[in-house]
C-alpha cells in the first residue's frame, strides 16, 4: 500500500530571511526532518543563534549553518551559497524567504521607498535563485520554494509596492517551473495570509499568548510553523508532481472587515 515519502533526511537547503518568525520556522522545520540547513540574515547575531539552537538540539538530525548575507548584494549572495557548497557538498533545497515591507499610499512611496522593497522582495529571490540554481542545475536539480503573499494575488491598499513585488515572485514562479524542468528542478511558491510572527504581534499590538491556537479552525492568522510545514512538503518527494504553483495559506475566508474578528479575538 503506498505511503506518502515527506523523507527529506541528507539533503541540503538554503533558507533567507531565518533569524526569525517563518524563516526560523522553516529551518528548524527542515532540520528536524534531517536535512542541512545553510541560513542566513543581515546580522550574524541575530540569525548565529538560530543555528546554534540547531545544532545544541539532541533530537535533530540536521546541522546549520549562519551565515551573514544581505540578499539584496549579489556578491554576498554567491559567498553565502560558496560557503553552504563548502560545507555540505551541494545544494537541493532553496526557500527564497527573505522580504519586507511598509505601508504607505501608492502617492506617498518615494523612489527609494518603491526601489527599496522591489529590491528586498523581488531582486533578492532572482539573485538567490540565480546562484544556487546554478549549483542545482549542474548537479542533480532540486527544489525551489519562493515565499510570495496573499496581498501578490488580489488589491492591497497601502502596500501598492509590495503587493507588486509579491505578484512578480508568482509569476517568476511560473515561468522558471517551466523554464528549469528539464534541469530537473521544480520551483512552487507559497503566498501566506496573516501569520503569527513577532513583527505581526508588534504590528497589531497583540500578545503572542493572545493569538488563536492552531486547533482553532475558524482563523484568520496562522502559525509560522503551518507554513514551515507547507514548505517541506513541497520540497519533498511526495509533492514530485507539484511545479509551477502558488498554494495559499490565508485561513477561513473574510467574511468582515474588523480585524479583531478575523484573529478570532471577538
Not at 542545475?137 to 532540486?142: A, C, F, L
Not at 491556537?213 to 513541497?234: M, W, Y
Not at 495559499?248 to 472587515?257: C, D, E, S, W, Y
Amino acid at each position: 500500500m503506498h505511503e506518502p515519502d515527506y523523507d527529506i533526511a541528507g539533503e541540503t537547503a538554503i533558507v533567507t530571511g531565518a533569524s526569525q518568525g517563518i524563516g526560523k520556522s522553516i529551518a528548524e522545520t527542515l532540520a528536524a526532518s534531517g536535512a542541512n540547513v545553510a541560513i542566513c540574515s543581515r546580522s550574524i547575531d541575530r540569525v548565529g543563534p538560530v543555528a546554534e539552537d540547531i545544532n545544541e538540539a539532541e533530537d535533530v538530525p540536521g546541522e546549520a549553518l549562519a551565515v551573514e548575507c544581505n540578499v539584496r548584494e549579489r556578491e554576498q549572495v554567491q559567498s553565502f551559497v560558496d560557503e553552504t557548497v563548502e560545507a555540505f557538498g551541494d545544494i537541493d533545497v532553496l526557500v527564497n524567504n527573505a522580504g519586507g515591507e511598509f505601508v504607505a499610499n501608492f502617492e506617498d512611496i518615494s523612489e527609494n521607498g518603491w526601489k527599496t522593497i522591489v529590491d528586498l522582495n523581488l531582486h533578492s529571490t532572482v539573485h538567490c535563485t540565480q546562484l544556487a540554481g546554478e549549483v542545482m542545475r549542474e548537479g542533480d536539480g532540486g527544489s525551489i520554494v519562493n515565499l510570495s503573499s496573499v496581498n501578490g494575488q488580489h488589491a492591497a491598499p497601502g502596500e501598492s509596492h509590495y503587493g507588486a513585488s509579491k505578484a512578480a515572485v508568482i509569476r517568476l514562479t511560473e515561468t522558471l517551473a517551466t523554464e528549469w524542468a528539464g534541469d530537473g528542478i521544480r520551483v512552487n511558491c507559497i503566498a501566506p495570509g496573516l501569520i503569527q510572527t513577532p513583527g505581526v504581534a508588534e504590528t497589531l499590538g497583540i500578545q503572542s499568548e493572545d493569538m488563536p491556537s492552531r486547533e482553532k479552525t475558524e482563523r484568520r492568522i496562522g502559525h509560522a510553523e503551518e507554513i514551515a510545514d507547507a514548505v517541506q512538503f513541497l520540497v519533498s518527494p511526495a509533492a514530485s508532481f507539484i511545479t509551477g504553483e502558488t498554494l495559499t495559506a490565508k485561513g477561513v475566508p473574510r467574511a468582515g472587515n474588523s480585524m479583531s474578528q478575523d484573529l478570532g479575538l471577538e
